[in-house]
């Protein structure tokens, strides 16, 4: 098994996963799950990769007013959209998710699917985080790739369920994950279909799917059909999922990454704003959850560094 | 390849669907596909079981409202439920889609996702074709179930995109057509977590997907986030999802069933209700769609009988 999972420390946490995946794959086990029911969910915004300052979804939306603002002489002048272009973080901190709608409308709909994964792509290319000034995809939990993978290898189907855009994420995580877009669950607004002998797809303002808190397990019987049996997540946006896969029948496993590691990554639970995590620390004992300390569990954090 | 498909007769047609699965998945053929992008969507009513007199689901529905009457005494005098007490068909067709929404709400919400499964399971084990008497389920297309298995035996990925509802075909397709829940796609309405020590997934009344027409390229998009390479359908609600997925780059295939066997099954096309099938007609040799002539082209139409 350590050829699998060598970023992850020798540590009861990776224990109970390993024993996990042995005693329902193993032929004969006692909690043999079924290939078509091994299904393992994942968070991915603090889970599969970082998430501070900010969500990087929204910096992303925050370079897309920037990089539009040419074109929008109208948003020097207008709400939420002068906030970005004064660089008021306070203000646009301070108007919440209702506030900031026209910012993820105006980046996020009127354009095409495969134009808006170009978008991304582009962005994914040239952003860099303000802090680590890394690429946000060298962001990602490489203890978490090689989970997946591991998984994946013991017949485990691995999806993403995240607050993240579904479009958003489908852009990049095939490559860096190794996950299909058929299995990324994210939120969503709508999409329009425009016939023609070229057809496209376009993205709407229509809202449909919070894909966060009890809208994670709605996402999930929309998408899959199935209750997974194995949930990872690191906020309360994840305890609904947590809550639903764990309280079926049979062998199930639920997972909260701790961000407990300032000097790798970043430090936070019951007082952040992004990612809080407090109900789920207060639960996850007497829920049987794993928690996995970032600072204890992990040799490394992101795949070119320590 | 006749081991595969021993319900088709050696036609032009079949020859264009083995041909079009060989030089796409030849190691070193000029039109191969890698295995990630073998994607082959059909249509279910009418396309994989038959669709007359009416759709199966609504004779379903109706199933449902008359087991439902007892502890609906009110029912008696409201309509649209009177008409199917009183077995008034021509007064619930004349209603139209909108005007039988009260049935569709009454015997599809309301209801947990499992429990929803175990009633339309328990319907299909019981409920007989009016004009067949055989079970619904016996009312399949074995060429088709055939073809899908051919087809998923050379990498291809095998999805249903259906104007049915997705937790009424999640609760059969499965056994009948090995496709699992997660290759659903269907119409739907809203799910609504409940959270406690055994939560549950309810379904609600609120309309969300209507999986027709531009419905299916949208639904495709949503669920799978590829564009299929091949698609089947066999009315005019399946045009858009052949057009789109026609119009991609590389090589496709899209492909009508004409029903024209009123011995085995039925015939119509243009003037039907249920089914209709002109602007596909009129277009199908243009764009290169196969057409498949049932009378013609299939040696067995349901699975156990000629």
Redesign the interface.
């Known amino acids: 098994m350590s050829d699998w999972l060598p970023s992850w420390r020798e540590t009861p946490t990776r224990q109970a996963i390993v024993d996990f995946v042995l005693r329902t794959t193993q032929a004969g086990a006692q909690d043999f799950i079924a290939p078509?029911d091994r299904i393992a969910v994942f968070d991915n915004d603090g889970t599969l990769w970082s998430e501070q300052p900010l969500y990087f979804q929204f910096l992303f939306a925050l370079d897309r007013v920037r990089a539009l603002a040419a074109a929008h002489p109208e948003w020097k002048t207008t709400t939420p959209f002068k906030w970005v272009i004064e660089n008021d973080m306070k203000s646009l901190v301070a108007a919440g998710g209702k506030g900031l709608m026209p910012i993820i409308a105006a980046t996020h709909a009127g354009v095409t699917?495969e134009a808006f994964a170009d978008i991304v792509r582009d962005w994914l290319a040239t952003a860099r985080h303000p802090a680590t000034h890394r690429r946000y995809d060298a962001m990602v939990f490489k203890p978490m790739q090689e989970l997946m993978a591991y998984l994946r290898a013991n017949g485990y189907g691995t999806w993403i369920v995240s607050g993240g855009g579904?479009?958003f994420l489908?852009a990049w995580v095939e490559t860096t994950y190794g996950i299909?877009?058929?299995q990324?669950i994210g939120s969503?607004a709508g999409?329009?279909?425009v016939?023609g002998?070229?057809?496209a797809?376009l993205k709407t303002e229509q809202p449909?799917l919070v894909d966060d808190h009890?809208?994670k397990?709605?996402g999930i019987?929309?998408?899959?059909?199935?209750r997974p049996v194995m949930a990872f997540g690191n906020s309360d946006g994840d305890f609904?999922m947590l809550?639903?896969t764990t309280?079926g029948a049979g062998p199930r496993l639920g997972a909260l990454l701790h961000h407990t590691d300032a000097a790798r990554e970043f430090a936070y639970d019951r007082a952040s704003v992004v990612g809080r995590l407090d109900r789920g620390l207060d639960e996850a004992g007497q829920r049987g959850w794993v928690l996995i300390d970032m600072a204890r569990d992990w040799e490394r954090v992101y795949p070119d560094a320590t």
């Open positions: 078509a699917t579904q479009e489908r299909p877009p058929q990324v969503y999409l329009a279909y016939p002998a070229q057809p797809i449909e009890a809208g397990p709605v019987q929309r998408f899959l059909g199935r609904e809550e639903w309280t």
